[in-house]
């Protein structure tokens, strides 16, 4: 990011750091950026680390922000949205929250009403930079403004806009929750391979490069997935017996079961987190 606006960080945890690390490794000035937590020690080593501005107090960290980042859990966003309604109201920043499942409408509630506010579920491996991120801008939103929040997004690993606030349970079932199933498969294949006599760290590491490698050519072919599987499977094969039997399995349907639930839990987290401070 190369403009000269001033991003304020709420929470300075595991996602602040990732983000904070990604826009100083593409040119954002140190300078430009506050910090604030409730954890000295997680100051103190953000501010050692990067050379940004930190503090204790949310109000001081958030006083000249043109974006700010809301990166505390879900659970404490009503209470830190409500110290900061003021402040928001009178300066109308543009407000990223990477909170999951805290609607656009419950926390510009919670903000006052009418503010520009940009929603993101940002994934696990976000924190190495190779991120995937839903994002959801309302009508308060300009257009450079969502060319920040993108910036901001796209520091560490892709970032989608959704047309559409619900799709955004569908991209928690989908990347936001995704990282585990592929440990999950992982972890069975490690299993399947050691029973059939390779040792635990052979099994690890032809496991791991084999999802990287697949994920890599995937990324880097424009051919469908099932095109590339397709293309591996040999007649009377070895791949076809296993994929015959994953078919058999009703694997598909599987899948589909699992993100349906994902989905399903996404929205009720929604409309529980949504009530925070109602009466
Ligand atoms: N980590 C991920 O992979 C990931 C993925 C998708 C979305 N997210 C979202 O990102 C957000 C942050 O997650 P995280 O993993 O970075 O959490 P985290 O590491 O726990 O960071 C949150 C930080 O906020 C601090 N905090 C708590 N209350 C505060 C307050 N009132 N004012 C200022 N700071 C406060 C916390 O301090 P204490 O520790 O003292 O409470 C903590 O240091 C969450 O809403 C989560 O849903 C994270």
């Given at each position: 990011m190369t403009n000269s606006n001033t991003i304020a960080f709420i929470g300075g945890g595991n996602m602040a750091r990732s983000l904070i690390g990604g826009l100083i490794q593409d040119?954002?000035?140190?300078?430009q950026i506050w910090v604030s937590d409730r954890n000295a020690e997680q100051l103190q080593a953000l501010q050692q680390r990067f050379g940004i501005h930190t503090s204790s107090d949310n109000l001081t960290a958030a006083a000249e922000a043109d974006v700010l980042v809301l990166a505390v859990k879900p659970q404490v966003l009503h209470s830190v949205a409500s110290e900061l309604q003021a402040l928001v109201q009178q300066r109308q920043p543009l407000v990223i929250s990477v909170a999951a499942g805290i609607r656009e409408q419950d926390l510009n509630r919670w903000l006052g009403g009418n503010v520009a506010i940009v929603r993101c579920m940002p994934n696990t491996p976000a924190l190495i930079q190779t991120g995937a991120s839903g994002l959801y801008a309302n009508a308060q939103v300009s257009a450079s403004q969502r060319d920040q929040a993108e910036s901001i997004l796209r520091a560490v690993g892709i970032a989608l806009w959704l047309?559409?606030?619900?799709q955004m349970d569908a991209v928690t079932a989908l990347s936001g929750s995704g990282p585990a199933y592929f440990f999950l498969f992982m972890e069975a294949m490690q299993n399947a391979a050691q029973a059939l006599g390779l040792s635990a760290d052979q099994a690890k590491l032809l496991t791991l490069q084999t999802a990287l490698g697949a994920s890599k050519m995937a990324l880097e072919s424009e051919e469908d997935c099932a095109v590339l599987r397709q293309r591996v499977t040999s007649p009377g094969g070895t791949t076809e017996r296993a994929l015959n039997s994953f078919e058999h399995d009703d694997l598909r349907a599987s899948v589909q079961r699992a993100l349906n639930a994902a989905c399903e839990r996404s929205r009720e987290l929604a409309d529980q987190l949504g009530q925070a401070g109602d009466a």
């Open positions: 040119g954002t000035a140190p300078e047309e559409h606030e619900a």
